[in-house]
């Protein structure tokens, strides 16, 4: 007999045992859970523990194009250098960096060489008027006894309009700089503000090429914007446009700063790639020279879309999305955003009127819908 076959017979009896037991074993198993089937479904109970709320999306008219940095600049007018008309020494200085001004209030006195010599011209050219004058009429009275010739009345009138000409040229060159007759220059605030910069001491030269003192209108401000290429083509003069200026008291609501864009470039700047703009801004308490701020432009107002607040809005792969509550479940949904102000985020395409959206525990949510 061959002893194969009882070995085969027990090998195929281990086999049977085997299949049955881990058979019987997969039938006692729990079926997976339906959290783990659906993911992104949270109830009530869930949405309490974990902090979420929600809030319905909202139709919003007045739709902002776009949102683009922008830095806070003077206006033209906004900071005007002083300036003298002739080199000299600063012999008295009369306002301190930061002081408030008014327009043509004395901020320092420089004497000034050319002032004197110019100061000097004008006492000769005076002299010369006073003689001309004199010669003039005593030739018009000869000439009307018929003493002299009418040649020489005209060459006495002559040389009296010539001395008349200096004069008032050495007048008007010594009142351009406001000089005295003693040569002292003094030096005006040409507009209301404040002093921002004094360059020269008591005592030291004034250089006509280099601006001693610099005026300030913390008033006049302006916005220097950059539009993305895209964005640049809807853009045009006219437009209003926001700002969002932080309180000066903590806990208080910002201040919406408004103007309108006043022009805008026709080519991209090489360095930033970007077309550059500038915006009229109205004036409110915050507002700094180089500070940078993020401006809201609007169109005329005939189009809309959709706002939320601006914590609904996360970037998943550096774009973004906002989290719709559909039934149990929590849907991840990609959005365009146009802009962000007050607090509020607007969309401008992805998400319907009504929609709710989550605004708070969005990284919870965000781990429960990962993909």
Avoid: C
């Avoid at 005939?302 to 774009?319: E, F, K, L, M, N």
Wanted: hydrophobic letters at 45%; a neutral charge.
């Amino acid at each position: 007999m061959d002893k194969r076959i009882p070995i085969a017979a027990a090998l195929t009896v281990s086999a049977l045992a085997g299949w049955y037991f881990f058979a019987g074993s997969d039938q006692g198993a729990p079926a997976p859970s339906a959290a783990a089937s659906a993911a992104g479904t949270v109830d009530a109970e869930q949405m309490a523990k974990l902090g979420i709320q929600l809030e319905a999306a909202q139709q919003v008219n007045n739709l902002p194009l776009g949102s683009v940095p922008g830095q806070i600049v003077f206006s033209p007018d906004g900071r005007v250098a002083v300036t003298v008309p002739y080199g000299g020494v600063l012999v008295r200085l009369l306002a301190i960096e930061g002081q408030p001004v008014r327009q043509s209030q004395p901020l320092a006195v420089v004497r000034a060489p050319d002032a004197i010599r110019y100061g000097g011209d004008l006492a000769r050219a005076r002299a010369d008027l006073a003689l001309a004058e004199a010669q003039a009429s005593r030739m018009r009275q000869l000439h009307k006894e018929g003493i002299v010739a009418r040649a020489r009345l005209d060459e006495a009138e002559a040389r009296l309009q010539q001395a008349r000409a200096t004069a008032a040229e050495s007048q008007r060159q010594l009142a351009s700089g406001g000089a005295g007759g003693d040569g002292s220059i003094t030096l005006r605030a040409p507009i209301a503000g404040r002093v921002a910069h004094i360059a020269v001491e008591t005592g030291g030269p004034v250089d006509p090429l280099v601006a001693p003192i610099v005026i300030e209108n913390p008033s006049a401000f302006q916005i220097e914007l950059q539009l993305p290429e895209a964005l640049a083509r809807r853009v045009q003069p006219g437009m209003g446009i926001e700002i969002e200026v932080p309180a000066d008291v903590a806990g208080e609501a910002p201040v919406i700063a408004r103007g309108k864009l006043l022009t805008v470039a026709p080519s991209l700047d090489p360095a930033t790639r970007s077309v550059m703009a500038r915006a009229s801004i109205e004036p409110v308490p915050g507002l700094v020279s180089g500070k940078g701020v993020t401006v809201t432009i609007r169109d005329a107002g005939t189009t809309s879309g959709i706002a939320v607040p601006t914590g609904a809005v996360t970037r998943i792969d550096g774009q973004p999305h906002v989290f719709v509550r559909e039934g149990q479940r929590f849907v991840r949904r990609k959005v365009s955003l146009a802009a962000e102000v007050g607090g509020r985020a607007v969309i401008a395409g992805g998400l319907r009127p009504g929609e709710q959206v989550a605004v708070s525990g969005i990284t919870e949510i965000k781990a429960l819908t990962a993909e």
